[in-house]
């Protein structure tokens, strides 16, 4: 009797538990994981959401979704107080059990009272053994559905791989930065996909401004990612002040290449300490010299002002500026800059534009944008298709050869020229007396 409860206590309980559970902790994961990403987008959406009347249903889908949550938690609890009452029940029925054999023996002289309460005892005692291990077979089935999730992410192909015995840069400051044929995948892209980049050249010599332009997906943003070493060339050279890249520590390589992104994270704290951000250790004065040197000098008497939540309370085009001095005050040999105008309105990003280049005059820098204004600025312009370089040369050069960077100019020239209502751009470009640079 004592053999058979603790063969179902402690094999076929756990095993229905856990078949109970296993849909519902799947289903819990996702409801959590819902309810967090809906809360999230409340709370960051909140303005826009108000604007256009959509709170209320956002707030219902918060709901739904928290309803949701409470009924895969119920199941998962109704899991859990499954296995703990059937091992109650196994161990009761075993207790029951013996004393329904054990009473017959007793009045028979087969066993006397003494034993008979040792017999009822011993499947109490007998059964801690077993009572926890429907529970530990529910945490158990859990813990691997979370190691699952982490192991999902941890198995995914590294997109760089460090050297063992990494090389040091030479100890010059001012490097040339060069690729040579460089060709790469990003590293979630499946293998029929083609490359991101392909036979890509590029010289960045001390004080020199290139420009990379070129249509969505033309493969501007894998460009940066390969200079700064968040993905490696599956073939093609990289060489730093003539060192390969790849025989260099990540960490190095992003000490001299800095990365002034469209989406730079914007800290909810002062100006001040999102500046000190590049460099922790600098003074006020170093702080508004960046402010006015990336035009935001209006600010540079406000290093205390609260910015905001991902700077809520500066415009678009101060977000960007904010970011730019962040970058100029790390001081990079070599800066990137990827869309620094992306989401702006014309007039603002034009007006970044200018002070983007006012502030690197004179840096190396490699500008990747997809708005034309200001180009003639920069020493060489490459034009990117698919990957691969299609023209290059400066901005005068380019005009003359009428070739793709020629068309995108005369493109964006005419999305940017007013004209009245219903009348097409290219009609305006075409009338007597319009202006066309």
């Known amino acids: 009797m004592l053999l058979v409860a603790l063969l179902v206590a402690g094999l076929a309980v756990p095993a229905v538990t856990a078949w109970a559970d296993r849909r519902a902790a799947a289903a819990l994961a996702g409801a959590r994981a819902q309810v967090a990403t809906e809360v999230v987008t409340l709370l960051r959406a909140q303005p826009d959401l108000v604007a256009f009347g959509a709170a209320d249903a956002q707030i219902r889908r918060v709901e739904e979704h928290d309803a949701e ?17 059937l091992a109650a029940l196994c161990s009761g029925l075993a207790v029951w059990g013996a004393l329904a054999l054990g009473v017959p023996a007793v009045r028979l002289g087969a066993l006397d009272g003494v034993a008979l309460a040792v017999v009822v005892l011993v499947p109490l005692a007998a059964f801690e053994a077993v009572a926890l291990l429907p529970t530990a077979l529910l945490a158990l089935s859990r813990t691997r559905s979370s190691g699952d999730r982490v192991l999902a992410v941890v198995d995914r ?41 392909t036979g890509v050249d590029l010289d960045l010599a001390p004080g020199r401004r290139v420009a990379v332009v070129g249509a969505s997906g033309a493969g501007k943003t894998t460009l940066a990612a390969v200079l700064l070493r968040f993905v490696d060339l599956e073939a093609g050279r990289y060489t730093i002040g003539g060192v390969d890249a790849r025989t260099v520590a ?8 800095g990365l002034c992104a469209q989406d730079a994270h914007i800290f909810d704290s002062s100006l001040r300490e999102n500046l000190r951000l590049a460099r922790p250790g600098c003074d006020d004065e170093a702080l508004r010299a960046a402010l006015r040197r990336a035009r935001l000098g209006d600010w540079a008497d406000r290093l205390d002002a609260d910015v905001g939540e991902r700077g809520a309370r500066m415009s678009a085009g101060e977000r960007q500026r904010l970011a730019l001095a962040r970058a100029l005050l790390a001081d990079f040999p070599l800066l990137v800059l990827d869309e620094p105008t992306a989401n702006l309105d014309p007039p603002t990003a034009d007006a970044v534009t200018r002070d983007v280049l006012d502030a690197t005059e004179g840096r190396t820098t490699l500008l990747i944008t997809h708005r034309l204004t200001g180009l003639h600025r920069v020493d060489e312009i490459i034009v990117l298709h698919e990957g691969r370089v299609v023209e290059r040369g400066t901005h005068a050069e380019l005009l003359r050869a009428g070739g793709p960077y020629a068309a995108l100019h005369a493109a964006a020239t005419a999305r940017d020229i007013p004209h009245g209502p219903g009348e097409d751009a290219a009609v305006h470009l075409a009338r007597p007396g319009t202006a066309h640079t």
């Open 250 to 257: 990540g960490d190095d390589v992003r000490r001299v290449v």
């Open 157 to 197: 192909p590294v997109p760089v791989r460090e050297p063992d015995a990494p090389e040091t840069l030479p100890p010059d400051g001012r490097w040339p930065v060069r690729l040579r044929g460089a060709t790469a995948h990003w590293p979630d892209a499946g293998p029929d996909t083609p490359a991101a980049v």
């Open 69 to 85: 949550l409470g009924r895969a938690a119920r199941r998962t609890a109704t899991a859990a107080g499954l296995a703990a009452g």
